[in-house]
């Protein structure tokens, strides 16, 4: 049965910024450093990465399910890295980027 995980973040950079880091290729390689990333950022889109960790590539891969320039983003995620370390096989991740506050 699919999880639903929720996770707050405020970040000082404006929302075009965060979805950039999510979606294009070489802000993505930019912070995540993987070893290998292939990525097809538009709706049904997939993508690809391999990150090293105790000598071996892990692969992480899913699919674009939306995406609303520059406040949303969904993907689906699957991992083949060892179950201590991550949260589950598979999971939907949901970014929105929301302006600034004032006050």
Known sequence: MPKTVTATR???AAPE??????TDPADVKRWFKPARLIMNPQVDGLWHTEVEWEGK??????????LERPRLFEQTWM????TAWR?????NSKRRAA???SG
């Open 10 to 12: 405020q970040l000082k």
């Open 79 to 82: 991992s083949e890295a060892p």
């Open 87 to 91: 949260p589950s096989c598979g999971w």
């Open 99 to 101: 302006a600034p506050r």
């Open 17 to 22: 910024r965060v979805f950039r880091a999510w």
């Open 57 to 66: 590539r892990w692969p992480h891969y899913g699919r674009y399910t939306r």
